[in-house]
């Protein structure tokens, strides 16, 4: 089995940027979310949400793209979600785009500790904008999946 280290930090964002990821619906979600990467092989470092946008931090096998990855557990939590919800509940869908970022394990527990502080980051503005991204326009091309 080769040795490999391939970490990610991962964002993207309900289609619209519309505030759904709340409350159960959060907890649903990122459930799902978690589930999905780890069936698929994925070593998930920190997982957190904001109302409109979801960032992962993961070690992804070299043997899956980050298209793939980013495709499956985007697929997988928006369909299981929206059929097992309650009538009341709205359908959560995705933007097509995302951000992927790739980072080093002397940086994973800065990376970590990001992710797991988001909405006291949000909360008092001071997000780092590089890793808030997901498909604006810039010089970094936005990936779809």
């Known amino acids: ?3 490999w280290t391939l970490l990610y930090h991962i964002v993207w964002a309900t289609k619209d940027r519309q505030p759904l990821l709340v409350g159960e619906v959060e907890t649903r979600i990122l ?3 978690r589930g999905k990467a780890v069936n698929l092989g994925l070593t998930v ?3 957190n949400c904001m109302p409109d946008h979801v960032h992962l931090v993961a070690s992804i096998p070299p043997n899956l793209s980050v298209a793939r990855v980013i495709g499956q557990i985007k697929g997988v939590a928006t369909a299981i979600y ?3 919800r309650g009538v009341d509940d709205p359908a959560i869908y995705w933007q097509a785009e995302y951000g992927a970022f790739t980072l080093d394990r002397k940086r994973l527990p800065v ?4 992710v797991n502080g988001q909405k006291a980051h949000h909360g008092e503005d001071n997000t ?5 991204r997901w498909g604006e326009t810039s010089s970094i091309q936005p990936a779809r999946g």
């Not at 990376?111 to 990001?114: D, K, R, V």
């Not at 780092?128 to 808030?132: D, M, P, S």
């Open 31 to 33: 459930g799902l979310i």
């Open 1 to 3: 089995m080769p040795y």
């Open 111 to 114: 990376y970590i500790a990001y």
């Open 128 to 132: 780092i904008a590089a890793l808030e």
């Open 82 to 84: 929206n059929k097992e």
């Open 45 to 47: 470092h920190a997982l």
